[in-house]
């Protein structure tokens, strides 16, 4: 079949299924309009709109699946966390609990919540399709196998050697952090670990060297490591991600796992396909294991709220994705409290990790005179501050809140609180660009290809986290200084010996006569 061909068969298939998706979404928003009675059938045809224009942009991204892994991966992400107990409640539960179930007042409010998410991802994969021309010619050469497009240094073996060194110091330090918490979550209980305001004692030395071991691993993919060269580090980092599961959070090691999924997916488009790990063969063994993590992980939460953790995988599945999908309850409980909020200062919402880095700031906070400022679940933190989170538990359910609960936040609710769906597109359409930015990440140079793998960590949990937050997680000073210093340290060593020469390479994108550089 000639490209012209796909090219027509694919404008066809989106036609129909885009075409379909917004019929059927302006027909719910004209049902809605005639008058109460009609709100039950605008919600379902509203669904059936969500699930039609959901299939629509999975297929297309599958097309396309060796460019648009990253982009797809986070909407899979963005279904499970924010529609999972939408589609569970539509098509698994009882119809007459379906208020309940998705904890709406109304169908009225039902149906804003929902097509705020709709317009969410819609609004997301527009800015991923309309930056298509910004990431154009990085595109075209990696179709053509091109690798003159890749920034490859002769610093770059003494970049990864010294990473590697840096990993293995920093390691203990953070294993040490690592253990301090897992000894708070087992003394007070995982929520115990969020209403109590703890001193865990970790001297000042170790706590910063820790944060030098996310970076180091950072840096270390960023110089495409071969296989022989992946071994430790990445042995290392596995047991970084497997420990953290003892903390009670599983998003660390979700999004952990997703960055590394996202980076060895991108790197066999660069090598030759004999040599990739993920080829068609292993579709069906990768979604065996999927599967069985997300058993894996449904039943650490099982034994992290006390149950016996013993359940079927089928419906350990159902239960994960009703669980997971209960982020959709930020939005729709936004809807339900909207007349609660002061809107005249709703806006700070969407601000509120820059006021929370501000205080945290030592330099910042001793400029402009303010305290640090510590996210502690009590009454004199939700009433002076902007996390939505905080502010929207304690509004639908301080006892909850108090007590530890809380429905967490999302980056659809925090910006249509502050700027109504004009928020929601900007935002969301940034988001879209970010990954179409991914795509061809790793023909960029090691720090800017780092700091993606950084940021990918934090993007893939936006619809869970707020909306800000990764600008401050990924463009840390720390990081960007400690950056420099590796590049810095690497020039150095070049300069004093010949160790340079005998350093393997690592990966060889596009390799002549796909030879393993092993």
């Not at 047991?239 to 003892?246: E, F, G, Q, R, T």
């Not at 006021?355 to 906070?365: A, C, Q, R, Y």
């Not at 502690?376 to 002076?384: D, E, G, R, S």
């Amino acid at each position: 079949m000639t490209a012209e061909q796909l090219n027509a068969r694919s404008t066809w298939r989106n036609t129909l299924l885009f075409g379909s998706g917004s019929i059927l979404l302006i027909l719910a928003n004209l049902l809605r309009l005639s008058g109460n009675s009609y709100s039950t059938g605008a919600v379902y045809l509203l669904f059936a709109a969500n699930v039609a224009l959901n299939v629509a942009i999975l297929w297309d991204l599958c097309s396309h699946i060796r460019r648009d892994f990253p982009m797809l991966v986070f909407v899979i992400s963005f279904d499970i966390l924010l529609l999972g107990r939408v589609y569970i409640a539509f098509l698994a539960k009882d119809p007459d609990y379906l208020l309940y179930n998705l904890e709406a007042n109304s169908y009225e409010n039902l149906f804003s919540a929902l097509q705020i998410v709709t317009f969410a991802l819609l609004f997301v994969y527009a800015g991923y399709k309309l930056s298509a021309p910004l990431f154009f010619h990085r595109e075209k050469a990696l179709e053509k196998h091109d690798p003159s497009v890749f920034h490859r240094s002769q610093l770059t073996p003494l970049i990864r050697q010294i990473s590697i060194i840096m990993l293995i110091i920093s390691s203990l330090a953070f294993f040490y952090v690592l253990l301090q918490s897992i000894l708070v979550v087992l003394r007070y209980g995982y929520l115990g670990s969020y209403t109590k305001d703890l001193d865990r004692s970790v001297p000042s030395v170790i706590s910063r060297l820790s944060m030098f071991f996310v970076p180091s691993f950072a840096v270390f993919l960023a110089t495409l490591p071969d296989r022989c060269q992946l071994r430790l580090p990445l042995f290392v980092y596995g047991i970084y991600m497997l420990s953290s599961l003892m903390t009670g959070r599983r998003n660390t090691f979700v999004c952990e796992a997703l960055m590394l999924l996202i980076y060895f997916f991108l790197r066999d488009r660069i090598i030759p396909k004999e040599q990739r790990i993920f080829q068609k063969k292993h579709i069906v063994p990768v979604l065996i294991v999927i599967a069985l993590m997300i058993y894996f992980l449904e039943m650490v939460a099982e034994r992290r709220a006390g149950g016996s953790g013993h359940r079927n995988l089928f419906t350990a599945l159902s239960n994960f994705l009703y669980s997971q999908g209960a982020t959709y309850r930020v939005v729709q409980q936004m809807v339900n409290y909207w007349d609660y909020f002061n809107h005249q200062t709703s806006w700070q919402f969407l601000f509120y990790p820059c006021t929370e880095f501000v205080h945290n700031n030592g330099l910042l906070s001793s400029i402009l005179g303010l305290s640090s400022l510590t996210s502690t679940q009590n009454i004199p933190y939700v009433m002076t501050n902007y996390n939505f989170g905080h502010v929207l538990t304690f509004m639908a359910d301080p006892s909850r809140y108090l007590n530890g609960g809380g429905f967490g936040t999302s980056f659809v609710a925090e910006a249509y609180v502050s700027f109504g769906m004009a928020g929601v597109a900007i935002v969301s359409g940034f988001f879209g660009v970010a990954f179409r930015f991914f795509a061809t990440m790793l023909t960029r140079s090691w720090p800017v290809l780092a700091l993606s793998l950084i940021a990918i960590k934090d993007l893939v949990y936006v619809p869970r986290n707020f909306a800000l937050s990764w600008v401050f997680n990924v463009f840390s000073i720390t990081y960007l200084l400690y950056f420099i210093l590796i590049y810095l340290a690497a020039l150095l060593v070049s300069g004093i010996g010949a160790h340079l020469r005998r350093s393997r390479g690592g990966i060889v994108p596009f390799s002549a006569g796909g030879a393993d550089p092993t």
